[in-house]
């Protein structure tokens, strides 16, 4: 009696575990047109992404507000790198839950090369990624409402973004392959 009551008690514990490990991935793909992109799909629905192609933009779901429309902001934690992102409320595509969107990490599209891609541009995108990087993962925050992702799980992932606004077109064979 006893070890059908332990095999219940593992197959409860499996069950109730299952669903919490699944509600979240990392993926990586490229688009021809889109480039490199980075995301974290939970429930379906894009979270958290990041692309670097023609442009270079973050899509995330903001932490406090539902908007649709209008100037956001938000933080980005790890550990002791703090990021704030100002950007504006879009509404979310069909297949995402993301409604904050930022491109050119503030800067404007038609900024000048010394600007976009250049050095200061280059240090914030590189404390950026440091914080997607981190192994413990990151928080998203805005007031007080906040929520964490994982550390990403995907192999190589960053060197395709630190090569990004160098005119580089990296080969997927040297990156990480589709894994949506």
Same mark, same amino acid.
């Given at each position: 009696m006893r !070890? /059908?009551?332990?095999? =219940?008690?593992?197959?409860?514990?499996?069950? !109730? /575990?299952?669903?919490? =490990?699944q509600a979240g991935r990392w993926t990586y793909h490229d688009e021809r047109n889109d480039g490199h992109i980075l995301a974290y799909v939970e429930d379906g629905k894009i979270v958290f992404e990041l692309a670097c192609g023609r442009g270079f933009s973050l899509l995330i779901k903001h932490p406090a507000q539902a908007k649709t429309?209008?100037?956001?902001r938000l933080t980005l934690v790890a550990g002791r790198n703090n990021i704030n992102l100002a950007g504006e409320y879009v509404p979310p595509a069909e297949n995402s839950a993301a409604n904050f969107y930022q491109s050119y990490l503030g800067y404007g599209k038609n900024d000048e090369?010394?600007?976009?891609?250049?050095?200061?541009?280059?240090e914030l995108e590189s404390r950026l990624l440091d914080a997607i990087e981190s192994k413990s993962g990151f928080t998203i925050a805005a007031g007080e409402a906040n929520y964490h992702l994982p550390g990403v799980d995907i192999d190589k992932w960053r060197r395709p973004f630190d090569l990004c606004g160098y005119g580089f077109w990296v080969t997927p064979s040297e990156f990480p392959g589709e894994t949506n």
């Amino acid at each position: 009696m006893r !070890t /059908a009551q332990l095999v =219940a008690a593992i197959v409860v514990a499996c069950i !109730t /575990a299952a669903p919490a =490990a699944q509600a979240g991935r990392w993926t990586y793909h490229d688009e021809r047109n889109d480039g490199h992109i980075l995301a974290y799909v939970e429930d379906g629905k894009i979270v958290f992404e990041l692309a670097c192609g023609r442009g270079f933009s973050l899509l995330i779901k903001h932490p406090a507000q539902a908007k649709t429309d209008g100037k956001a902001r938000l933080t980005l934690v790890a550990g002791r790198n703090n990021i704030n992102l100002a950007g504006e409320y879009v509404p979310p595509a069909e297949n995402s839950a993301a409604n904050f969107y930022q491109s050119y990490l503030g800067y404007g599209k038609n900024d000048e090369d010394e600007r976009v891609y250049g050095k200061r541009w280059q240090e914030l995108e590189s404390r950026l990624l440091d914080a997607i990087e981190s192994k413990s993962g990151f928080t998203i925050a805005a007031g007080e409402a906040n929520y964490h992702l994982p550390g990403v799980d995907i192999d190589k992932w960053r060197r395709p973004f630190d090569l990004c606004g160098y005119g580089f077109w990296v080969t997927p064979s040297e990156f990480p392959g589709e894994t949506n």
